[in-house]
């Protein structure tokens, strides 16, 4: 596997920057850099050692490996395409087994006891089943009260209703309707009276950090790895965050 390490070093993300930049890629499960997003939403969270934390979406679990790492926190590692298997691999080889714990499950259906977590993180991920208006109260269940909830990856800076924008148009599909700005997250689960909504925003320039740098992997990442910029007006972030404290 050929990483251009350059472009996976970056002075805005200082704890992502200790890892190999050849495991990164080889641990991606998507177009984005889960550590860099894992990093940025964590500076909004006060995460701390021996805390029960559920990674939802975590992909081949790198970012549930650098929660721990990082923080001292256990992980359940929660994902529905990759398997448990797989992923125990890649924990073992990370000598984490005793504080990173994998499972396959869908966000739909969670094999948990209520109020178990301290904290839950989802990284680039939930898109794929928290837009469901009745989603959050269920979710929220599994957090203890006063526990915090974040998210972070792909948005829209703002919402537009009617036709794509033009600058969207190249490369819109259906299913990015999925997509949306910070402002509709905050909205969404501010309504839904489960959490107190205390940060929701968008980094500026987000289009900049997608997981560029590859050149070839045995993955096949490299057809996900486009930068998510299209045109200097596009309104694509990265990522947008939030965190909420679950209501007690
Ligand atoms: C784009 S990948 C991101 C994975 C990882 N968090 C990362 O950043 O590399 C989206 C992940 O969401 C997970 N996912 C989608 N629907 C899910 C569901 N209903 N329950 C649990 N995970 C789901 C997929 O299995 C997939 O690994």
Same mark, same amino acid.
């Given at each position: ?10 002075? %805005? ?41 559920? +990674? ?7 970012? =549930?490996?650098?929660?721990? %790492? ?5 992980? !359940? ?5 990759? =398997? ?7 924990? %073992? ?16 259906? /969670? ?12 990284? +680039? =991920? ?9 989603? /959050? ?51 969404? !689960? ?20 997608? /997981? ?26 990265? =990522? ?9």
């Amino acid at each position: 596997m050929s990483v251009d390490s350059n472009k996976l070093v970056n002075e %805005r993300f200082l704890r992502s920057n200790k890892y190999s930049p050849e495991w990164v890629v080889a641990s991606a499960s998507g177009g984005a850099n889960s550590l860099w997003l894992a990093e940025w939403l964590t500076t909004a969270m006060d995460l701390r050692p021996g805390m029960r934390v559920l +990674d939802l979406g975590c992909g081949r679990a790198s970012s =549930s490996i650098f929660l721990h %790492r990082e923080f001292g926190v256990e992980v !359940w590692a929660t994902d529905l395409w990759f =398997s448990a298997s797989e992923n125990i691999r890649r924990i %073992r080889d990370a000598n984490v087994e005793r504080y990173v714990f994998p499972i396959q499950a869908s966000a739909r259906s /969670l094999p948990f006891a209520v109020e178990f977590f301290d904290a839950i993180l989802s990284i +680039d =991920s939930f898109v794929y089943y928290g837009t469901d208006d009745l989603y /959050l109260s269920y979710l929220a269940r599994f957090l203890r009260p006063g526990g915090y909830l974040g998210i972070a990856g792909a948005g829209l800076m703002r919402e537009f209703d009617g036709p794509v924008p033009e600058h969207l148009r190249e490369w819109w599909t259906s299913d990015l309707c999925c997509l949306h700005s910070a402002d509709w997250w905050s909205r969404h !689960w501010g309504r839904s009276g489960a959490v107190d909504v205390e940060l929701a925003d968008s980094m500026p320039d987000g289009w900049n950090y997608g /997981l560029t740098g590859t050149t070839s992997s045995p993955l096949k990442i490299e057809s996900k790895l486009r930068p998510f910029r299209r045109t200097e007006e596009s309104t694509w972030a990265m =990522s947008a965050r939030l965190h909420a404290v679950e209501t007690t």
